[in-house]
């Protein structure tokens, strides 16, 4: 008797066990192949759409990139004093928009811009000059940037929903999320006395030419 019990019990494993793995098979199917093959960018319809999503990744990138060594010249100068945790949470959250950016570039092999050995260079000089004219310096150079970043995202944003918004609503989300950052970043430099540094607006003019300029050759180059 327990010896057909066993028999039984082996029989019912045969059986069942493989409709269970079908079963188990035909769930797993639908959910393999209505995952998305792309994380923030959707590939590239054709050379022109490739083109241009190369060209928003890799000014993108730059910007965020430029910006993270910008903060790292003022903490250099600014990190031990009373400013320095603002500036520092200010580049935490550059570095997080340059990571995201990173992983972006590499997961659709888009390179980055040539130009990356002189705005290390340039970014941080531009960040350690400002920040050695005080509190007041750094932060109308975080307003000059910041603005004209907020802006360059804000005309990205409006192109991309020119196109196509369902297409692109995961880059979009990225982007908009950066640049809220960006014009709070702005925000808190106006609130810390940035309007007060004798030649602001001077100041303020040059760098964002400066900013227009590199965007331009960053797209390209």
Same mark, same amino acid.
């Given at each position: 008797?327990?010896?057909?019990?066993? /028999?039984?019990?082996?029989?019912?494993?045969?059986?069942?066990?493989?409709?269970?793995?079908?079963?188990?098979?035909?769930?797993?199917?639908?959910?393999?192949?209505?995952?998305?093959?792309?994380?923030?960018?959707?590939?590239?319809?054709?050379?022109?759409?490739?083109?241009m999503l190369d060209?928003?990744?890799?000014?993108?990138? =730059?910007?965020?990139?430029?910006?993270?060594?910008?903060?790292?010249?003022?903490?250099?100068?600014?990190?031990?004093?009373?400013?320095?945790?603002?500036?520092? $949470?200010?580049?935490?959250? +550059?570095?997080?928009?340059?990571?995201?950016?990173?992983?972006?570039?590499?997961?659709?092999?888009?390179?980055? /811009? =040539?130009?990356?050995?002189?705005?290390?260079?340039?970014?941080?000089?531009?960040?350690?000059? /400002?920040?050695?004219?005080?509190?007041?310096?750094?932060? =109308?150079?975080?307003?000059?940037?910041?603005?004209?970043?907020?802006?360059?995202?804000?005309?990205?944003?409006? =192109?991309?929903?020119?196109?196509?918004? +369902?297409?692109?609503? +995961?880059?979009?989300?990225?982007?908009?999320?950066?640049?809220?950052?960006?014009? +709070?970043? $702005?925000? /808190?430099?106006?609130?810390?006395?940035a309007e007060s540094?004798?030649?602001?607006?001077?100041?303020?003019?040059?760098?964002?030419?400066?900013c227009k300029a590199?965007?331009?050759?960053?797209?390209?180059?």
């Open positions: 008797m327990q010896r057909a019990a066993h /028999t039984a019990l082996y029989d019912w494993s045969q059986t069942v066990s493989p409709m269970i793995r079908q079963c188990l098979k035909s769930r797993a199917g639908p959910l393999q192949l209505s995952s998305r093959a792309y994380s923030v960018v959707p590939p590239p319809r054709d050379s022109e759409e490739k083109e060209r928003i990744l890799r000014v993108d990138h =730059a910007g965020e990139y430029g910006a993270n060594r910008i903060y790292a010249g003022q903490m250099a100068v600014l990190g031990r004093t009373r400013t320095g945790p603002l500036i520092q $949470h200010m580049w935490d959250q +550059e570095k997080k928009h340059l990571e995201k950016f990173n992983e972006i570039l590499a997961e659709n092999r888009v390179r980055p /811009t =040539a130009l990356l050995p002189l705005w290390n260079v340039a970014g941080f000089l531009l960040g350690a000059s /400002t920040a050695m004219l005080g509190k007041e310096g750094a932060m =109308a150079c975080t307003v000059a940037v910041e603005e004209s970043i907020s802006e360059h995202y804000n005309s990205q944003i409006r =192109a991309l929903m020119e196109k196509d918004p +369902e297409r692109y609503t +995961e880059l979009l989300q990225v982007i908009k999320e950066f640049r809220d950052d960006e014009m +709070e970043h $702005h925000d /808190t430099g106006l609130e810390h006395e540094l004798p030649g602001y607006w001077l100041l303020k003019n040059a760098i964002q030419l400066g590199a965007i331009y050759v960053s797209q390209r180059v």
